[in-house]
């Protein structure tokens, strides 16, 4: 009497979740699916389970929805007629008492297997069919928090002011693109979506007579802007793109940032990514975009998972930098086409997360994702040329305007000109840089007691602090605009150097300045860890004077600037210990970085995780600062006088 088709568990039909479970979430319904079957499968078979039916084939009792419900059921087996009209699990208990026990005392129960199409995300191949955009979208205004309006919008608007400009997976042309030329889905019932992510999701649909829909009518329209009629896996972008502007602190206490809207995300993405056998370029957007989340919010190891999901899923589809032609030509005519644009800046995004991720102690002996690009590699494409103020600043809102035609390309082996390249493409050409540097803490790192010569890689030193002194002559005052490519420039001098940290704390000063690589050492650290306590001062002023009348400054802090901070403090606790007449310098500079990952874990979970790493390192403290007595005279290794050892 069971299906031709159905799998046995133990002698029995597959397990389904009683009439109790039936509006628990898919996990709880999953959990039930495996827990309950007769316990020995050598002593049950399904000849068994039929014993205890009676002579005429059905069951001796009601099925256990029917009784639940105090309906009358026909008692049919293997599922009675009321729940398979219903398309419900149909479940019939034993008797606990005489011939329905079996050998261990254990109640026969005898099961409707469950129905792939009772889940929404099985129904058909596309895991997306049955949810419609408007209920994906209205995901943002379901997740806000208490007294906050938010919408689709806001997530787009967040987007582009505060992460485009150094992670610009989505880029603005091809924005443009899918909001005007989407293809409208319809919508499915509202209590399907139920069975994936929260309550009924309704939306309203947009006016005929609302204007065209673009980002800059986005950024100068907050609150009016109708929903757009896009496909479902760009409403699945959008989402993405909000989540990764959330805040991790708020009004209302720490946000949990791996939460319902984040797995509904990610589930849906990999699902997406199972049933195409080839990748949507939206699917790779949002794999992009979660692994930064991942990242900025401390889990290294699953953001590398995620890019090497994301970059696995690029090679198919043939995301990739552009390259100069055998004439060394790179000039993008107009109309160029924007897909291939965006490929280039999906690739570029990609790579600057690996040199992200291989910073951080938990993930630096993965192998890279990406590979090394060539000389004649181009830099991204053009994103919107930057627009200086009346003060000659360079302005941090320039994302709101329109974007202009692509301009002339430029190959990774261009020097760091800030009135040259734009802003994403500063952050490619220092992740360049960063990427190098990494190479050669690696091999360093690999063969134990080995330091290779500074001279090895002088000239990459050069590069660096060549592209560092043009930063800061051309953005001192304005640390928002080019914050990662700061913290990347500084950990390309850490990776370099880092090495020789544990030698310089076991040597006098006297042979520190005896041995040429260990003066070139110490001064490189101290110039890079200078150079980042200079700009954590900047930025920490900047955001406590703006705190009171708004948060935006806090919104352009970058995920990596954390990771840096971390490897600036452990730098100062060394120095203080060749200098330690510095002691009070270097831990005013501690005290400063420390503060920043105070105000920084606000926004990325990950500077939480580094204050919890330093709180055993140089006397630091979550809270505040346990700042020990400066050491006295007696103790100072005072066999030679102070090192002049300048950057």
Known sequence: MTRPNAPMLNGLSPISDTSSLEHHSPHTRDRAD??????????????????????????????????????????TLPYCTRCTRLNAKCVYLADSVGSNQGTNGAPLVIFQPRASSNDVLLRSPDPLQEIAPSQILALISKDAQAGENTDWTDGVRAYYDYIHSWYAVVHRGFFEQQLSGGTPAGDTPPGQVTQVYSPPLTSSPPSETSPPTSVAHIMTSPGSVPEP????EFALVIVTMYLITRHRLTKTGTRPMYDDLYHFVKRIVALAFLENRVPRIELIQCSALLAMYEYGHGDSCLAYRT??????????????PGQLNSDGDAMLQIGTNVEEEQKSCIWWSLFILDQFLHRDKMAENFPFVMESPEMNTLLPASITPPTPTQSGRFDVKYLCEQPTPPRQRLPISVAVDTQKLEQFQLSAKISCLLHRALRHEHYSRTRPGYLPPVTSFSSLDSEIRAATQTLLRDDVT?????????????????????PYLPVLENKTRDQIQQDHDLTTALAALRFAAQ????ISCKANVDMQRTATQEASALKFVVAPAAPTCYLVVKTYATLRKIFPEEWQQCQDAMEAKFESLKIFAHRWGIAEKMMCQLQDLAGLDRQDFLKPDPPTPESMNSSSGPMDICP
Not at 307 to 320: C, P, Q, T
Not at 531 to 534: A, C, G, M, N
């Open 34 to 75: 495996v827990a309950s079957f007769a316990p020995d499968p050598r002593n049950h078979s399904h000849s068994t389970a039929q014993q205890h039916a009676g002579a005429d084939g059905f069951a001796h009792r009601a099925c256990e929805k029917c009784r639940a419900s105090k309906r009358k059921c026909d008692k």
């Open 229 to 232: 009629q896009v496909s479902r």
């Open 307 to 320: 890019l090497s999901e994301a970059v696995a899923a690029a090679r198919v589809v043939g995301i990739r």
């Open 478 to 498: 304005n640390w928002q605009v080019t914050l990662d490519c700061f913290a990347m420039a500084v950990s390309a001098l850490f990776s370099l150097y880092l």
């Open 531 to 534: 150079l980042s306590v200079d």
